[in-house]
């Protein structure tokens, strides 16, 4: 025992970060998102462009993640802290800025090898002499290919004739007998008191437009090409993706002019946003950010999001909350996946208007089958044999299965798919806005939920949302109440470090009685953002941060389950609100000290605050073999260390005890070293996540 007590060490706690005072450090979750573009009419490579510019995406090595995403392999999103450390970055990285956003603080750079580059980011100290906030894979979205119809004789059609030739001369183009959509939603009533979505943008986030359709002259404004960042001048032919686009925009703004189609909003302008370039490439989560960005910057006020898919990318989520904040409606498409889900983004972002798809069976209006279902759907549209204008001959996103109109010569076909209810609802937003130019996400929202016509299960359900929605709802009033921003800060014990990588949910009931669920995720900054959300009793429940997170070393903020933390609280919401929650945890450390062998005089005790570049540390004696160290709150790695060489090796283990979980580690101090890490089967390095000691 007297050797005992002659051993002692040190438990080093050795904080991460750079200082405390900079303790919002952010990472990235590794979100496995993939968005791919529903329903779109995929052009069988015809005319597919081939770009001698550099860098497009199509051009890029793709890699994968173990659960089957795929990135691109030279190219990787940072969010910075300092935009004038971006240069350094880029040194660091040996690599070349690809996409600046400084609305959300984020660049893309082009690097050798991703990977690689994620290990190096993978440092703690690197990221935080850098002022990294996060860093994550671009992801690569698939087109979908699905079957359009070619001639507007097939059966299907032919149905639909029949049944609408009692409304003859509905809409007054020569292809109105195939305008269903417009009689489902009653859009003529709302034309006749002047609404047509005069001065009001719609951004078309998609394959770009033919803006040189004749049906489409003059409807398309000045949009933009992120993945080459160039202007397109009004009225061109942006058609680089395919002739998704161009369908998608007819629905919206094809004039009304006697002839082909009219959209839902002939007074409304589309502007073009290409994220599916060249032939239908995804052109990847920072150029479609970019985009996002640049169409709220350029007078946008509804964002058409005819695209979707799996996964939760906290970038992209920036984007649509920067739209969300500054007033412009998000209107996005629930898939065709058939599935009752939540996970498919943006529609299932808070704030966004989630769109089913709706079809006519000849009397009656039912969701289609295909059409996905959520807990956050809102509305539905027709979306089944949608007529409506592609790209023409010649250009870029012309489609053979599409038929010239002898009057015009303009190129039109039919789609079906979620993507197509979108345009409808997008179009009904700009007539409300043309109305209430100033109205808020989520005034519009409502207005077009409580107008909606029920279809479906009775009352609100996960597929129709609200039902089918209803020109009327442009003599609504503008709601006063019923919706608001939340905004939820997750930090630590002492309020000085703010969480990201946090899960927030919102379960509960909405003020008009619906089961309501929103999800978002803490960000950089440790905020978990509800924008434009419904009023309501919720359950506000907090958990993590995610130490399943996806991403080897970047984006994560904890090892272990055990270093989760899950708080429960009720929040009654009837106007916007900011709330802070605090995280505490409970650490303690046992050490099994050895008997020292046989030369025991090395050992003795030194107690110092080691500097670093890196700052904080803290040195605790250990005077027994127990310590706690619960008032600590950041990301530690846990050292024990002699005063003076070893003779020989000693080994230690021990248990340390994490909010209740205990942990078996342990350590050994090598002949002639002094100290050693102490490990678990995360390894020796991986740090140790606390939050401090509540009150
Ligand atoms: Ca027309």
């Not at 179009?427 to 005034?443: E, S």
Request: aromatic share 10%.
């Amino acid at each position: 025992m007297k050797k005992f007590q002659r051993f002692k060490a040190f438990i080093i706690l050795k904080q991460l970060s750079t200082s405390f005072a900079s303790l919002i450090f952010s990472f990235l979750f590794f979100s496995s998102l993939f968005l791919v573009l529903l329903s779109l009419s995929l052009t069988s490579c015809l005319h597919k462009e081939t770009h001698a510019k550099e860098n497009l995406p199509s051009e890029s090595p793709i890699s994968f993640e173990e659960n089957g995403n795929e990135y691109y392999a030279d190219r990787i999103l940072i969010g910075y802290s300092d935009e004038e450390k971006i240069n350094s970055i880029l040194n660091l990285l040996n690599g070349k800025l690809v996409v600046h956003i400084p609305e959300i603080k984020v660049i893309s750079v082009k690097v050798e090898n991703v990977d690689k580059t994620l290990q190096l980011l993978g440092n703690e100290l690197i990221r935080g002499k850098y002022g990294i906030r996060y860093a994550e894979y671009v992801y690569v979205r698939k087109l979908v290919p699905f079957e359009i119809n070619t001639r507007p004789d097939n059966y299907e059609t032919k149905k639909l004739v029949a049944t609408l030739s009692e409304y003859t001369n509905y809409s007054g183009e020569s292809l109105d007998l195939y305008l269903w959509g417009l009689r489902a939603i009653k859009i003529k009533d709302t034309w006749s008191d002047g609404h047509r979505g005069e001065g009001v943008i719609v951004a078309v986030l998609d394959t770009g437009v033919d803006g040189t359709h004749p049906d489409l002259q003059g409807q398309v404004v000045e949009g933009y090409r992120p993945s080459t960042d160039e202007v397109l001048a009004e009225g061109t032919d942006s058609s680089f993706g395919g002739s998704h686009g161009t369908h998608v925009a007819g629905t919206i703004v094809a004039k009304s002019d006697g002839k082909g189609i009219v959209g839902v909003a002939p007074g409304a302008k589309v502007m073009p946003v290409v994220l599916f370039d060249n032939g239908g490439w995804y052109v990847g989560d920072d150029y479609a950010a970019k985009g996002i960005i640049w169409a709220v910057n350029h007078g946008a006020k509804i964002l058409n999001n005819s695209w979707g898919g799996a996964g939760y990318s906290q970038t992209i989520k920036d984007a649509f909350d920067y739209a969300l904040e500054r007033g412009v409606v998000v209107v996005a498409a629930a898939g065709n996946s058939k599935a009752i889900q939540s996970y498919q983004y943006p529609a299932n972002y808070p704030g966004v208007i989630q769109v089913g798809a709706v079809e006519f069976n000849g009397g009656d209006y039912t969701v289609a089958d295909f059409s996905s279902g959520s807990p956050m759907i809102s509305v539905c549209a027709p979306g089944v044999s949608i007529i409506s204008t592609m790209p023409q001959e010649g250009s870029r996103g012309y489609d053979r299965r599409s038929f010239a109109l002898a009057e015009n010569n303009g190129y039109y076909g039919y789609m079906t798919g979620t993507s197509m209810a979108t345009p409808h609802v997008s179009g009904l937003v700009a007539l409300l806005l043309q109305k209430y130019p100033n109205a808020k996400p989520w005034q519009i929202r409502k207005i077009l939920e409580e107008s909606a016509v029920d279809i479906g299960e009775k009352g609100y359900d996960e597929k129709a949302g609200y039902g089918l929605v209803n020109a009327s709802a442009v003599n609504q009033n503008l709601p006063v109440d019923g919706g608001l921003d939340y905004r939820l800060t997750v930090t630590d014990a002492y309020g000085k470090w703010n969480v990201p990588s946090v899960s927030v949910s919102l379960v509960g009931v909405a003020s008009n009685g619906r089961n309501i669920r929103y999800f978002a995720k803490t960000n950089a900054e440790g905020i978990a953002k509800f924008i434009s959300i419904d009023a309501g009793d919720y359950d506000v429940i907090v958990s993590g941060p995610d130490s399943k997170e996806n991403s080897e070393g970047l984006m994560r903020i904890a090892h272990r389950k055990a270093e989760e933390r899950t708080l429960t609280f009720h929040q009654t919401l009837n106007e916007s609100k900011s709330d802070i929650v605090r995280f505490s945890s409970q650490a303690s450390l046992e050490i099994d000290i050895p008997e020292v062998g046989v030369n025991p005089q090395i050992v003795f005790l030194d107690v110092t605050k080691l500097p670093t570049e890196t700052g904080y540390e803290i040195t605790k004696d250990l005077t027994s073999n127990t310590v706690d160290f619960s008032e600590l709150s950041g990301r530690y790695l846990i050292k024990l260390r002699l005063s003076q060489k070893a003779y020989e090796s000693i080994s230690v283990s021990g248990t340390l005890t994490i909010n209740g979980t205990h942990i078996p580690i342990g350590g050994k101090i090598l002949e002639d070293a002094t100290e050693t890490y102490i490990y678990d089967s995360n390894g020796p390095y991986a740090w140790w996540t606390l939050f401090g000691k509540s009150d």
